[in-house]
């Protein structure tokens, strides 16, 4: 069942075009990945999906709802982890999935999911004290705070240490365990190797590929997703 449809999607700033012409097709309960260099427009992609920003064009249902009519209706069915997330130094983990609890008609117990995500030894402690991987812990808690169907993660372990990456990839891994659908931007191809059931290679605000991390090596006869990402990257001109 396909759960993210998007046509020909188009968004524009002062700075010029960030998407130009974007069409996915998300599957349900998918680790669907979207890559790309800065500056390739996976991000406006996301947040034009999310609802965070309106689309010049094209179109986009995700569980069938629009995201700009729909949006109240669709932010109780979604999570999100965005790039430039953030909480305040001194919210603690216990506040933090407590308020984002009260956001839902209908929450998961934020008690049990803290218990969940191993957080609640650190209930008490702020966010500001948080190391990176503990916050990218509470942040995928937050996300799953509203019992979602979709989730949607932005570059979830950029400046994470190697060991922290790794336990990240295995989180997200437990969220897919429990019937919700991915949309995992990343520009780590070893990332997208190590989790994407399928992934959308995107540059200059257009998709130059799509397939299983397996078949877009293979199309491109190459050892490695990381060589045939360059390879990609290259011949669309960078």
């Known amino acids: 069942m396909t759960v993210i449809e998007i046509d020909g999607l188009r968004k524009g700033y002062r700075g010029g075009t960030a998407v130009d012409g974007v069409s996915l097709r998300v599957g349900r309960g998918e680790i669907f990945g979207i890559a790309g260099p800065n500056g390739a427009g996976k ?21 069938g709802l629009d995201p700009q009519t729909d949006r109240r209706r669709l932010l109780q069915r979604v999570g999100a982890q965005l790039q430039e997330a953030a909480l305040p130094d001194a919210i603690t983990v216990g506040e933090a999935l407590r308020m984002y609890a009260s956001f839902y008609d209908d929450p998961a117990d ?12 650190r209930r008490r402690t702020g966010f500001g004290k948080l190391s990176g991987g503990w916050k990218q812990r509470l942040f995928i808690a937050l996300a799953l705070v509203g019992r979602p169907e979709v989730v949607f993660l932005d ?26 659908t991915v949309v995992l931007v990343t520009h780590f191809m070893d990332e997208a190797e190590a989790l994407c059931d399928r992934l959308a290679i995107m540059d200059r605000g257009r998709v130059v ?22 390879a990609l990257i290259t011949e669309n001109g960078v």
Do not use: N
């Open 43 to 63: 991000t406006t992609v996301v947040e034009c999906a999310s609802g965070l920003r309106r689309p010049d064009g094209g179109t986009v249902r995700v569980l």
């Open 110 to 121: 934020w008690r049990a999911l803290m218990d969940q995500w191993g957080l609640t030894e």
């Open 155 to 180: 570059e979830l372990t950029t400046s994470l240490d190697p060991s922290a990456r790794r336990t990240t990839w295995g989180l997200i891994r437990d969220i897919r365990e429990r019937g919700v």
């Open 209 to 230: 590929a799509t397939g299983t991390p397996a078949g877009l090596i293979a199309e491109g006869r190459c050892r490695s997703l990381d060589e045939a990402y360059f």
